[in-house]
């Protein structure tokens, strides 16, 4: 897949078709697990909700649930409700459903921005920078394991990790943090909802890998099995994708086969973007 694919594929998955005034219908991205890549539903979500609200207000809290697996194969139905449109905040509930059963269902916020109170934790001063870690192509060179390709060269995002990715091994010190920068391959267009969205849509890829690192368990480990069950996110600032931003992960808390986790986005010069948290369930081999 050539770079400018990645984007066009990008933004063909976050261009919902309108079925009518509140309800909407999204493809998906194939990928080799037949399963709809569960940041795509989150980033679908979150558009199909855009969709109803004014301008004149933005996102800024979304929370949601994976109720059964997506298939890549079969467009999802998405229906929001209009809960509530006050004077300076928007409600809306959304519901995406494959024949006629409900897989994900997820509650946003949205509010018209004002003077107020304003900081956030920095950013980690000791992040190093991403031209000096490798891309997962340089990183799998000419590996055959499953999903291989499609890590090298199928995602939608220049992915580098520090430390070292566990996609073949996780022989590096069994760490419950990493950090990870992101960017889009392609420049995208200047709407900042495309950027929101797309915030939603990259945190499912690393997000729960923390889990596996302070575990010694890589992604390609044969019986190993993870499932994203839910996923919260704050947006704080606007930004671009398509410039490198950093992904600040950490796991405080895994217990009873289920792993938390969570993360801080960041602009290259250091405005916190956006905050992330999900549980995910984590079978080990």
Known sequence: ????????????????????????????????????????VVAQAVVAAM?????????HSF?????????????????????????????????????????????????????????????PTDLPAPEDLPSVAEVLGDADVRDAHYWAHDRNF??????????????????RRQVVWLKAYDRLPDDPNIHRAALAYLCDYTLLEPVLRNNGVSWSDDGLMTASLDHAMWWHNDGRVDDWIA????????????????????????????SVAQEGLVSLP
């Open 1 to 40: 897949m050539t770079t400018s694919l990645s984007s066009a594929e990008l933004l063909k998955s976050l261009d919902l078709e309108s079925r009518g005034e509140n309800a909407f219908a999204g493809h998906h991205q194939v990928i080799p697990s037949g399963r709809a890549y569960g940041g795509e």
């Open 51 to 59: 969709n109803t609200v004014a301008d004149d207000r933005s996102i």
């Open 63 to 123: 929370h949601g649930y994976f109720l059964r697996p997506g298939d890549v194969h079969t467009e999802t139905d998405w229906t929001v409700d209009r809960v509530r449109d006050g004077r300076g905040f928007s409600a809306r509930a959304v519901t995406g459903s494959q024949n006629g059963k409900a897989i994900f269902s997820g509650q946003a916020s949205f509010h018209i921005a004002a003077a107020g109170v304003a900081h956030h934790e920095p950013m």
């Open 158 to 175: 220049d992915i580098r990790h520090s430390p070292s990715p566990v996609y073949v091994t996780a022989d590096g010190e069994r760490t």
């Open 247 to 274: 992904l600040v992960q950490e796991s405080p808390a895994a217990s009873g086969g289920l792993g938390l986790a969570q993360g801080r986005i960041y602009t290259r010069d250091g405005v916190l973007l956006a």
